[in-house]
């Protein structure tokens, strides 16, 4: 019984120890093949292109080549410019829809463009400004205002000297000196002052303009007849006009003197009225005036005087050299009146700037008496910090987060700016459409519309006989709803398999018709050109484009993640780069991929296009892939497409649309 007892726990023991060793070999290759898994990012770059939307028809080439004319807008019909029976070519006017509306629109657009044209410019401004490093000036203008206030907070802390009071001190007493009044009570100190250095100037310019006046008359003989006896008659003698003015520009001068001389004679040295002087002054003034005319005229007469046997050459001389300096003493003292009434009004208005500097000045000083108070030292250290705070944001290194910032704000602009170009030139290309026109060469059989009548999409304005060929489809109410007239489109021919022929839309049924519960919409199209291969009945394909938008940034759809609320993002390697782009096998990353937001636009099988948030040349995850060490097989993680299907970074292509067009 024992012997069978150990035989059964032996053999357990052994199949316990299996047991083990496959559990432990289990968890082992677990976590080996965890540790030595490896993700790989395939990337892709964002790239300028053309981004076209296409759909795929089939349907007949129509026998009666009639067509309906519909206008591509709504409105009110206001003029109608062809009549039946008239013949008209591809592009001829048909009628005038009223285009106010449109009108307005496009001029809202264009005025959004000018904004949006300022505000990207403002924003580029701005980022240069930013990139551009201070220039010299500003950087030594805040070093001053640096130093400045950091000398300000130093002679702050270290209290008020001696000599600064004394300063102050002087600087309030000068100020109460000019404000001092004279003892009349009236006068301040300082005018008074003035008045009185303005006496004796007065009493001089009399003096100058008597003597000025005698030396003219010892050579005019007028008043003192007999002192020119010796050359009287050579006066002027060549030309004896100026002598006559001489003569009569002396007596007004005389008694312009002679008047004077009874004012500066009644002046008082001291303490005479301020509207004395006054007078005096200006009276001094017209005098030296009236006597300029007679320095003038004797210097005429004595150069057309000739000199003589009794007459020397050198006393003509002597009398021309008085006249001069008289000349030149009544110019001066013309200067010293000017002078004397510019200090009079210094005086006043020294008088009146001390009256509102005297607080001030007593202020000063009583502050530095106090000395620094804890709001002064406050205010000042907080100088002290504004401009180095200045200085510093001066001199800094650029922000790269500043840079940032600026960059994405530009690009956010620019954006801007091209969304409402776009919209401009669909509001004009709009606008064209208010004039329905002719889609190709035929003859109008019928005007359906009157002025004033209603025009819309859905109704027929007009009919049009055309030798050109129809090609009528059957489309779906989704396909039908993207179709438009005047689309472009390429036919081709199962009959004629080398044949491919432009075509244009030309018009689409207004009504549906139900087929087992599926709506279709019949839609015509016009050949632009004529090949006699193609016969009414035969079957056509097709490929009508509905969208194109060129220079558009696009992605593949691959790249390209949109959430159930429609939040659109991309993966991002902070550290990527454009040679990586190259690695069809992709690359390893320290870090894991950083999420953007983006903003998206139109798309089609292949590509999705970008309208904000990402610029060209911009890097992003296509897709990933994670192998596992020990074996060949890859997984291969797309990211997950706009439509929400793993496309692995490829579009879908639908046969018989060639290699130029996405799908719808």
């Not at 463009?113 to 201070?134: I, R």
């Not at 007493?173 to 301040?188: C, F, Y």
């Not at 398999?497 to 015509?524: F, H, R």
């Amino acid at each position: 019984m024992m012997k069978k007892i150990k035989k059964i726990a032996k053999k357990k023991s052994v199949i316990g120890f299996f047991a083990v060793a496959v559990v432990a070999g289990t968890v082992y290759q677990t976590q080996f093949n965890k540790a030595a898994a490896e993700t790989r990012y395939v990337l892709t770059s964002v790239t300028k292109g053309t981004l076209v939307n296409t759909i795929s028809a089939s349907g007949q080439v129509s026998g009666l080549n009639q067509v309906d004319i519909k206008p591509k807008v709504s409105g009110d019909v206001v003029k109608i410019l062809v009549e039946p029976g008239e013949e008209v070519t591809a592009g001829t006017p048909i009628l005038d829809i009223d285009r106010t509306s449109a009108l307005k629109t496009v001029r809202d657009a264009s005025r959004a463009v000018a904004d949006s044209q300022l505000s990207y410019d403002s924003a580029l401004l701005s980022y240069k400004q930013v990139q551009q490093p201070p220039d010299e000036v500003s950087v030594i203008q805040a070093e001053n205002s640096l130093n400045q206030a950091k000398r300000d907070l130093a002679d702050l802390q270290a209290g008020t000297d001696d000599i600064d009071i004394k300063q102050a001190q002087n600087s309030l007493n000068i100020q109460l000196q000019n404000t001092k009044m004279s003892d009349d009570g009236v006068t301040p100190q300082i005018v008074r002052d003035s008045y009185d250095q303005a006496v004796p100037v007065v009493k001089s310019v009399y003096q100058t303009l008597d003597q000025a006046v005698r030396d003219s008359d010892a050579i005019l003989g007028i008043d003192t007849t007999n002192l020119n006896d010796s050359y009287e008659s050579l006066l002027s003698v060549l030309d004896t006009s100026k002598l006559f003015a001489a003569k009569a520009d002396y007596r007004i001068a005389r008694n312009s003197v002679d008047a004077l001389k009874k004012v500066a004679d009644g002046l008082q040295v001291s303490g005479e009225s301020t509207a004395n002087i006054d007078t005096a002054l200006q009276d001094a003034q017209d005098s030296l005036k009236a006597v300029e005319p007679l320095m003038q005229d004797m210097q005429d007469v004595l150069s057309n005087t000739i000199s003589s046997a009794s007459f020397s050459q050198s006393s003509l001389d002597s009398l021309r050299n008085t006249i001069q300096s008289d000349r030149n003493s009544v110019s001066s003292k013309l200067t010293s009146i000017t002078n004397q009434k510019q200090s009079l009004d210094q005086a006043r208005t020294t008088y009146q700037t001390s009256l509102l500097n005297v607080d001030k000045a007593q202020n000063d000083l009583d502050k530095l008496k106090e000395g620094a108070t804890a709001n002064s030292l406050a205010s000042a250290e907080e100088r002290v910090r504004a401009a180095q705070a200045s200085y510093d944001k001066l001199t800094a290194p650029m922000d790269p987060i500043d840079a940032a910032i600026q960059q994405n704000t530009l690009a956010q602009r620019k954006s801007s700016l091209l969304a409402a170009q776009t919209k401009l030139s669909d509001a004009q290309e709009t606008l064209d459409d208010y004039t329905v026109k002719a889609p190709f060469d035929g003859v109008i059989a019928k005007i359906s519309a009157q002025e004033a009548d209603s025009a819309s999409p859905s109704t027929a304005v007009a009919t049009i006989l055309t030798k050109a060929k129809i090609a009528t489809l059957s489309l779906n109410e989704v396909d039908a709803a993207k179709v438009a007239l005047g689309q472009k489109a390429t036919l081709t021919f199962d009959a004629v398999p080398d044949l491919s022929i432009a075509a244009t839309v030309s018009e689409i049924d207004s009504i549906g018709t139900v087929t087992q519960g599926v709506v279709n919409y019949n839609v015509k199209l016009a050949f632009l050109t004529e090949d006699d291969r193609v016969k009414p009945g035969m079957s056509v394909n097709a490929v009508i484009v509905t969208n194109i938008k060129t220079d558009a940034l696009l992605l593949p759809n691959g790249a390209v993640q949109t959430s159930a609320n429609g939040v659109s993002t991309v993966k991002v390697l902070p550290n990527a780069k454009q040679s990586d782009l190259s690695n069809t096998q992709g690359i390893t990353s320290a870090t894991e991929p950083e999420t953007k937001q983006i903003e998206i636009g139109l798309s089609n099988d292949e590509s999705t296009e970008i309208v904000s948030g990402l610029a060209e040349g911009d890097i992003v995850v296509s897709r990933t892939v994670t192998q596992a060490a020990g074996t060949t097989a890859a997984t291969t993680q797309s990211a997950t497409s706009r439509t929400g299907a793993s496309t692995g970074g490829s579009a879908l292509r639908i046969p018989g649309m060639g290699g130029g067009f996405g799908g719808r």
